[in-house]
């Protein structure tokens, strides 16, 4: 079992940063990637930025230059940098964990109960 808790996020004038952290914890062993999606009203979740366990990372176009995700092992907690804020990446942020384990038959997806983010013009 994998519980995940987001915070960082805030109200913020366009061109400011933010720091997201979500914070690991329970049987984490299998975890395989790692990652934020992001939801604004009346649109669907999309991914923001994802990091695999060999430290491959992936960004959505529209935030390539901007955002950085990362993660610290011995805290066991994943980070999302973002630099230059856009209104239009106001949105709830939520952090995500995939446990995949083909021997014990678990493909299993986590997520955090979301952090607002909120960019002001």
């Known amino acids: 079992q994998v519980q995940l808790e987001e915070s960082g996020g805030g109200l913020v004038q366009a061109g400011g940063s933010l720091r997201l952290s979500c914070a690991i914890s329970g049987i984490i062993s299998n975890i395989n990637a790692l990652g934020w999606y992001r939801q604004a009203p009346g649109k669907q979740r999309e991914l923001v930025a994802a990091?695999?366990?060999?430290?491959?990372?992936n960004y959505a176009d529209s935030v390539k230059g901007r955002f950085t995700i990362s993660r610290d092992n011995a805290k066991n907690t994943l980070y999302l940098q973002m630099n230059s804020l856009k209104p239009e990446d106001t949105a709830v942020y939520y952090c995500y964990a995939h446990e995949l384990s083909v021997t014990f038959r678990i493909s299993r997806d986590y997520w955090g109960q979301g952090t607002q983010v909120t960019v002001s013009s």
């Open positions: 990091i695999t366990r060999s430290d491959t990372t």
